[in-house]
Nanobody, 122 residues
Framework: QVQLVESGGGQVQAGGSLRLSCAAS????MGWFRQAPGKEREFVAT????????YYADSVKGRFAISRDNAKNTVYLQMNSLKPEDTAVYYC???????????????????WGQGTQVTVSS
């Protein structure tokens, strides 16, 4: 059973920064999704395991950066210039295999973390 342990959420003012971390028990393609109250879970960013290709939702391009430390099986999400609309529960996700055409689809991911709250105040 794969375990994903997230950390780094919190509350910040608009324009601020936060960094999320997700430690996995083994190596996978890793991604971040988020879910705001009353909304569906939406894709944020993904990084592939071997090559380290990165993919981002349009809403976070230029503000968020996903990276990974393969030696630690840990993925990071650096979030800068945060906006109130970034407020959500952020989930780490892991995929055994990943079709690039479906990177933003939650069902493509096999394992999920417990979620960490990010709140951005105006």
């Amino acid at each position: 059973q794969v375990q994903l342990v997230e950390s780094g959420g919190g509350q910040v003012q608009a324009g601020g920064s936060l960094r999320l971390s997700c430690a996995a028990s083994r190596a996978y393609h890793m991604g971040w999704f988020r879910q705001a109250p009353g909304k569906e879970r939406e894709f944020v960013a993904t990084i592939t395991w071997s090559v380290g290709d990165t993919y981002y939702a349009d809403s976070v391009k230029g503000r968020f950066a996903i990276s990974r430390d393969n030696a630690k099986n840990t993925v990071y999400l650096q979030m800068n210039s945060l906006k109130p609309e970034d407020t959500a529960v952020y989930y780490c996700a892991a995929a055994l295999s990943l079709r690039t055409t479906r990177i933003g689809t939650p069902t493509e991911y096999d394992y999920w973390g417990q979620g960490t709250q990010v709140t951005v105040s105006s």
